[in-house]
């Protein structure tokens, strides 16, 4: 896929195909792709937990309050930070360089991803930590649900040229 193609085409997607699931091959070249992402003085500090197993997928439905979709798509890869690796406070800004590379290189494979957010100190997102037994220097700075699409759809215009500013606001 052409790559302006693949970025102004890539979109949340929360309505997924039970009866596909991304294969092992493809969720390696998604992994790849994440890892390829530029980070701060290339301490790569991202760790990805990839979410199969239908009771922590369901567990993860059940509390999280966006990612209602998470059992349809199968997939899930939570994406975190380990501070201990990561340069000065720069692991959130990896992690996201790193999640960017990973939606669209799931689009370009005709995979669908949906960010949901874990960047808090809610009670849920400590739960779902826990059940991942992420160690105490590891954020998860989201869960990315990965899956076939169930439908496809236009993604809108995004352009907004009063959101650009030269030199000076």
């Not at 990612?67 to 201990?84: H, K, M, P, Q």
């Not at 360089?97 to 849920?124: F, I, V």
Request: charged fraction near 25%; glycine fraction near 6%; charge should be negative.
């Amino acid at each position: 896929m052409e790559l302006m193609k693949a970025i102004m085409g890539r979109r949340s997607v929360r309505q997924y195909d039970a009866t596909k699931t991304i294969t092992d091959e493809d969720l390696k070249t998604i992994l790849t792709a994440a890892m390829y992402a530029p980070s701060a003085m290339n301490k790569r500090p991202w760790e990805f937990v990839v979410i199969r197993d239908e009771q922590t997928l369901e567990q993860i439905r059940e509390i999280h309050p966006y990612a209602g979709f998470i059992t349809e798509a199968g997939t899930a890869v939570a994406v975190c930070g380990n501070r201990a690796e990561a340069y000065s406070n720069y692991a959130p800004i990896d992690v996201a360089l790193a999640t960017q590379n990973l939606m669209l290189a799931a689009h370009d494979l005709g995979y669908g991803t949906c960010y949901c957010g874990t960047y808090s100190d809610e009670p849920w997102v400590k739960q779902i930590a826990q059940w991942l037994n992420l160690p105490e220097s590891v954020d998860m700075y989201g869960l990315i649900v990965v899956g076939t699409p169930l439908k496809d759809k236009e993604t809108p215009e995004r352009f907004e040229e009063n959101k650009i500013h030269y030199n000076v606001w």
